[in-house]
């Protein structure tokens, strides 16, 4: 009874040294395992794991991706046009013990301080580089940009044992005191453009109604030119027929001429003319008359 009560507590502590030496390595996290600060066990995979009780600490680290904000800081790019900016990072542990030697026992918060000074002044060099202007900025350009700032902030991460997986602008503002001057620097920009376009759409259109009057006074030429031919081809042709008809009948024709005459002259309602009686225009009013003074001039 005595030796039974004298093993409980021996198998008791051996149980408990037992489940104190197993650790559960999660497959979302790493693990190292530290023996007075000296790292003895990298674990990446999960899985069961042991350890010296006591003497052993388990360190775990986030395998997952993992986000930072950075803080509000300004930019000048090429154009001298300052902007208040802040990114968004997606980083990941790379290599633990090297993150562990790095970061040392500072943890996440020392790792996310870290990594925002090398995203601030990697975000300042690209984005303040020449030709590089704040059109670029807001542009979708911009994106080549990002690609450019992960690029270099993954290469001097590195050395924390982290990788930068992606990189985005969150806000890309004008500061409280320049965003005045700045609107009136743009609407300014603007009414020039503005004017530039007025005074060429002038220009063309002052190009289009010249060429055009052209046209109309060459085709108004041309068309006057076509119409004196054919006036003067339907003249010769009215002669034509005139001498035509006064050799074939002569008495005919002077009749025609007459009653041509009486209708331009008698125009109107109120037409007077002031004539002898005995005027010849009157001839053919009176055909007796007109036909004996016809027939005795022909005698």
């Not at 542009?139 to 992960?150: C, G, H, N, T, V």
């Not at 060429?200 to 060459?218: M, P, S």
């Not at 009686?277 to 005795?296: A, T």
């Amino acid at each position: 009874m005595r030796k039974a009560g004298f093993l409980i507590p021996i198998v008791v502590i051996a149980l408990v040294a037992v489940l104190s030496s197993i650790f559960v390595v999660d497959e979302r996290e790493k693990v190292l395992v530290l023996r007075f600060g000296q790292i003895k066990q990298v674990r990446v995979d999960p899985g069961i794991g042991f350890k010296v009780p006591l003497l052993d600490e388990i360190v775990r680290f986030e395998d997952r991706i993992l986000t930072l904000q950075t803080p509000v800081f300004e930019v000048t790019p090429a154009d001298d046009r300052r902007l208040e900016i802040d990114a968004f990072v997606m980083y990941r542990i790379n290599d633990i013990v090297q993150y562990r030697q790095a970061i040392g026992a500072g943890g996440e918060r020392q790792a996310e301080s870290d990594l925002s000074g090398i995203m601030e002044s990697q975000l300042r060099a690209v984005l303040g580089s020449q030709g590089v202007t704040s059109n670029t900025i807001l542009s979708p350009e911009r994106s080549a940009l990002m690609d450019q700032i992960r690029e270099r902030a993954d290469a001097r991460a590195s050395v924390l044992g982290l990788r930068v997986v992606d990189v985005r602008l969150r806000q890309t503002n004008l500061p409280e005191q320049n965003f005045d001057a700045t609107l009136k620097r743009m609407i300014a920009e603007r009414d020039r453009e503005a004017t530039d376009e007025r005074a060429r759409g002038q220009e063309a259109a002052q190009r289009v109604i010249a060429l055009a009057d052209r046209t109309y006074e060459e085709i108004l030429s041309e068309a006057r030119r076509d119409a004196r031919i054919i006036e003067g081809e339907a003249d010769a042709e009215r002669n034509k027929i005139f001498a035509q008809a006064y050799g074939k009948d002569q008495e005919f024709f002077e009749f025609y001429r007459s009653l041509t005459a009486y209708e331009q002259s008698l125009k109107g309602s109120n037409s007077t003319m002031v004539l002898s009686p005995d005027s010849e225009f009157f001839n053919y009013l009176r055909s007796d008359q007109g036909s004996r003074s016809i027939e005795g001039e022909r005698n």
